[in-house]
Protein backbone atom coordinates (compact mmCIF):
# COMPACT_ATOMS: atom_id res chain seq x y z
CA UNK A 1 0.00 0.00 0.00
CA UNK A 2 1.11 3.48 -0.57
CA UNK A 3 3.20 5.23 2.33
CA UNK A 4 1.01 8.25 3.32
CA UNK A 5 2.50 11.34 4.15
CA UNK A 6 0.41 13.72 6.15
CA UNK A 7 0.53 17.48 7.91
CA UNK A 8 -1.78 18.23 10.48
CA UNK A 9 -2.77 21.73 11.27
CA UNK A 10 -1.31 23.27 14.05
CA UNK A 11 1.70 20.45 13.86
CA UNK A 12 4.83 21.31 12.96
CA UNK A 13 6.89 18.72 10.83
CA UNK A 14 5.46 15.71 8.77
CA UNK A 15 3.82 12.77 9.92
CA UNK A 16 3.44 9.20 8.44
CA UNK A 17 0.54 7.25 9.11
CA UNK A 18 1.24 4.58 10.72
CA UNK A 19 -2.57 2.86 12.10
CA UNK A 20 -5.55 3.25 12.67
CA UNK A 21 -6.70 3.54 16.65
CA UNK A 22 -10.17 3.96 18.05
CA UNK A 23 -11.69 6.98 16.35
CA UNK A 24 -8.13 8.01 15.76
CA UNK A 25 -5.08 7.69 13.48
CA UNK A 26 -1.70 7.03 14.47
CA UNK A 27 1.03 9.00 12.83
CA UNK A 28 4.53 9.24 13.95
CA UNK A 29 6.92 12.39 12.50
CA UNK A 30 8.91 12.19 9.66
CA UNK A 31 12.35 13.32 12.06
CA UNK A 32 15.02 11.11 13.73
CA UNK A 33 12.80 11.32 16.82
CA UNK A 34 10.17 9.30 15.43
CA UNK A 35 7.48 10.36 17.53
CA UNK A 36 4.49 8.38 17.35
CA UNK A 37 1.00 10.00 18.44
CA UNK A 38 -2.71 10.04 17.66
CA UNK A 39 -4.66 12.08 14.75
CA UNK A 40 -8.35 12.94 16.30
CA UNK A 41 -10.91 13.34 14.16
CA UNK A 42 -11.33 16.88 15.35
CA UNK A 43 -7.31 17.56 14.07
CA UNK A 44 -6.86 18.48 10.02
CA UNK A 45 -5.18 15.84 8.76
CA UNK A 46 -4.35 16.18 4.87
CA UNK A 47 -2.11 13.96 2.69
CA UNK A 48 0.54 15.47 0.69
CA UNK A 49 -0.98 14.01 -2.12
CA UNK A 50 -4.29 16.00 -1.88
CA UNK A 51 -2.14 19.38 -2.18
CA UNK A 52 -1.84 21.16 -5.11
CA UNK A 53 -0.25 24.34 -6.10
CA UNK A 54 -1.88 27.01 -8.13
CA UNK A 55 -0.77 28.02 -11.35
CA UNK A 56 -2.07 30.62 -13.88
CA UNK A 57 -3.61 27.86 -15.63
CA UNK A 58 -4.62 25.23 -12.87
CA UNK A 59 -3.06 23.70 -10.32
CA UNK A 60 -0.34 21.28 -10.27
CA UNK A 61 -0.12 18.53 -7.83
CA UNK A 62 2.19 19.04 -5.01
CA UNK A 63 4.91 15.61 -5.92
CA UNK A 64 5.44 17.64 -9.54
CA UNK A 65 6.29 20.68 -7.08
CA UNK A 66 8.56 18.76 -5.08
CA UNK A 67 9.85 16.69 -8.19
CA UNK A 68 10.93 20.65 -9.46
CA UNK A 69 12.88 21.32 -6.76
CA UNK A 70 14.58 18.12 -6.30
CA UNK A 71 16.09 18.58 -9.57
CA UNK A 72 16.99 21.98 -9.40
CA UNK A 73 18.83 21.09 -6.34
CA UNK A 74 20.16 17.83 -7.59
CA UNK A 75 18.49 15.70 -4.65
CA UNK A 76 19.93 17.43 -2.02
CA UNK A 77 18.08 20.01 0.09
CA UNK A 78 16.88 23.22 -0.25
CA UNK A 79 20.22 25.61 -0.89
CA UNK A 80 18.25 28.74 -0.14
CA UNK A 81 18.54 29.59 4.07
CA UNK A 82 14.92 29.21 4.98
CA UNK A 83 15.07 31.27 8.24
CA UNK A 84 16.71 34.38 6.61
CA UNK A 85 15.32 34.95 3.42
CA UNK A 86 13.11 37.33 2.97
CA UNK A 87 9.70 37.47 1.22
CA UNK A 88 10.91 38.08 -2.18
CA UNK A 89 13.77 35.55 -2.35
CA UNK A 90 11.34 32.79 -1.34
CA UNK A 91 8.83 33.87 -4.31
CA UNK A 92 11.92 34.25 -6.26
CA UNK A 93 13.20 30.69 -6.10
CA UNK A 94 9.46 30.01 -6.23
CA UNK A 95 9.51 30.99 -9.71
CA UNK A 96 12.44 28.86 -10.60
CA UNK A 97 10.73 25.72 -9.86
CA UNK A 98 7.31 26.70 -10.82
CA UNK A 99 7.27 29.70 -13.34
CA UNK A 100 3.75 30.62 -13.52
CA UNK A 101 2.46 29.84 -9.81
CA UNK A 102 -0.56 32.30 -9.35
CA UNK A 103 1.59 35.61 -7.11
CA UNK A 104 -2.28 36.77 -6.13
CA UNK A 105 -3.22 33.10 -4.18
CA UNK A 106 0.55 31.53 -3.01
CA UNK A 107 1.76 33.68 -0.35
CA UNK A 108 5.48 33.68 0.99
CA UNK A 109 4.65 31.64 3.74
CA UNK A 110 2.62 28.76 1.65
CA UNK A 111 6.77 29.25 -0.12
CA UNK A 112 8.49 28.53 3.13
CA UNK A 113 6.65 25.87 4.12
CA UNK A 114 6.55 24.12 1.04
CA UNK A 115 10.71 24.18 1.00
CA UNK A 116 10.43 23.17 4.61
CA UNK A 117 8.76 20.01 3.60
CA UNK A 118 10.92 19.16 0.86
CA UNK A 119 13.95 19.53 3.24
CA UNK A 120 12.26 17.37 5.94
CA UNK A 121 11.38 14.95 3.22
CA UNK A 122 15.01 14.93 1.75
CA UNK A 123 16.55 14.52 4.98
CA UNK A 124 14.96 11.62 5.84
CA UNK A 125 14.71 9.41 3.00
CA UNK A 126 12.02 10.53 1.33
CA UNK A 127 13.52 11.73 -2.60
CA UNK A 128 10.61 9.57 -5.25
CA UNK A 129 7.70 11.92 -4.96
CA UNK A 130 5.96 10.36 -7.75
CA UNK A 131 4.78 7.89 -4.43
CA UNK A 132 3.43 10.69 -3.11
CA UNK A 133 0.83 10.97 -6.40
CA UNK A 134 -2.66 9.53 -5.30
CA UNK A 135 -3.60 6.09 -6.44
CA UNK A 136 -6.81 4.38 -7.65
CA UNK A 137 -8.52 3.13 -4.04
CA UNK A 138 -6.22 5.63 -1.90
CA UNK A 139 -8.31 8.36 -0.33
CA UNK A 140 -7.39 9.71 2.78
CA UNK A 141 -10.50 11.01 3.15
CA UNK A 142 -12.01 7.78 3.74
CA UNK A 143 -9.50 7.63 6.65
CA UNK A 144 -10.51 10.05 8.42
CA UNK A 145 -13.62 9.72 7.67
CA UNK A 146 -13.39 6.23 9.93
CA UNK A 147 -11.28 7.79 12.39
Avoid at 81 to 107: C, H, I, T, W
Amino acid sequence: MLETILAIAGKPGLYKLVSRGNKNLIVESIDERKHRMPAFSTDRVISLADIAMFTDEKEVPLAEVLTSIKEKENGAQCSLDLKKASKQELLDYLGEVLPNFDRDRVYPTDARKLFQWYNILVSNGYTDFSKLQPTEGDNIDDRKAEA
